[in-house]
T-cell receptor, first 111, second 111 residues
Framework: GQQVMQIPQYQHVQEGEDFTTYCNSSTTLSNIQWYKQRPGGHPVFLIQLVKSGEVKKQKRLTFQFGEAKKNSSLHITATQTTDVGTYFCAPTTSGTYKYIFGTGTRLKVLA | DGGITQSPKYLFRKEGQNVTLSCEQNLNHDAMYWYRQDPGQGLRLIYYSQIVNDFQKGDIAEGYSVSREKKESFPLTVTSAQKNPTAFYLC??????????FGDGTRLSIL
C-alpha cells in the first residue's frame, strides 16, 4: 500500500533560521496537501498542490510539488515562534478516499 | 457558523466498556473520517465514509465500529476489543477526498 515518509522527524531551529520538511511517497500522487498542528490542537489545512512542479507561497511558507509527483516540500523562511507545531503532508491518490497522513515533522523554534 | 463538533472533549473508559465518540458536521460535506493520534505521533486512519450508509475500514479499524445513518453524523464506538484505546481521536470531513476541516478532538483515557 501507499507509504508516505516525512523527514526530518524533528527539527529545532533558532528563531530567524530557515526550515524545510520533505514528504516522499512510494507511488505517484494526484494531489498533496499540507497541514499544521499546534501542540494540543487539531490539524489545520494549509494548502493543496495539484500540478507537477507546482510552487505556491503563503507569506514565509513555500510549498513545492515534485516533477514526478512523488515528493513535496514545505520551506519556512526566517522562522518565528508562532511556527512551532507539527507539519504533516497528506497525499491524495486517484480513485480513493482513503486519506493517509505522513509521519509529520515536529518543529521547535528557540527564541 | 459551520464546522465540526466533537464531543465529549475528554472521556474516560472503564475496562470492558464500550464508549461512543460523537462527531457532527453542518458543512454539508459528503465524506467523513476518524483518525487516532498517539502522543508525539502522526494521524492513523480508523474509518472513513464517502456517503451516507457507507463506510470503509482504514489502517487500524480493529476494535472500533462506526455508523453513518445521517450525512451530518459519524459516531465512533471504541469497543472493549480495543486493548489500548488511550489516544486523541480526531474527526474530519470533506467535500471531495481531501479533509479540510477537523473537529477539536476527543481525548480518551482508561480508568
Amino acid at each position: 500500500g501507499q507509504q508516505v515518509m516525512q523527514i526530518p522527524q524533528y527539527q529545532h531551529v533558532q528563531e530567524g533560521e530557515d526550515f524545510t520538511t520533505y514528504c516522499n511517497s512510494s507511488t505517484t500522487l494526484s494531489n498533496i496537501q499540507w497541514y499544521k498542528q499546534r501542540p494540543g490542537g487539531h490539524p489545520v489545512f494549509l494548502i493543496q498542490l495539484v500540478k507537477s512542479g507546482e510552487v505556491k507561497k503563503q507569506k514565509r511558507l513555500t510549498f513545492q510539488f515534485g516533477e514526478a509527483k512523488k515528493n513535496s516540500s514545505l520551506h519556512i523562511t526566517a522562522t518565528q515562534t508562532t511556527d512551532v507545531g507539527t507539519y504533516f503532508c497528506a497525499p491524495t491518490t486517484s480513485g480513493t478516499y482513503k486519506y493517509i497522513f505522513g509521519t509529520g515533522t515536529r518543529l521547535k523554534v528557540l527564541a | 457558523d459551520g464546522g465540526i463538533t466533537q464531543s465529549p472533549k475528554y472521556l474516560f473508559r472503564k475496562e470492558g466498556q464500550n464508549v461512543t465518540l460523537s462527531c457532527e458536521q453542518n458543512l454539508n460535506h459528503d465524506a467523513m473520517y476518524w483518525y487516532r493520534q498517539d502522543p508525539g505521533q502522526g494521524l492513523r486512519l480508523i474509518y472513513y465514509s464517502q456517503i451516507v450508509n457507507d463506510f470503509q475500514k482504514g489502517d487500524i479499524a480493529e476494535g472500533y465500529s462506526v455508523s453513518r445513518e445521517k450525512k451530518e453524523s459519524f459516531p465512533l464506538t471504541v469497543t472493549s476489543a480495543q486493548k489500548n484505546p488511550t489516544a486523541f481521536y480526531l474527526c474530519a470531513s470533506s467535500i471531495g477526498a481531501t479533509p479540510g476541516h477537523f473537529g477539536d478532538g476527543t481525548r480518551l483515557s482508561i480508568l
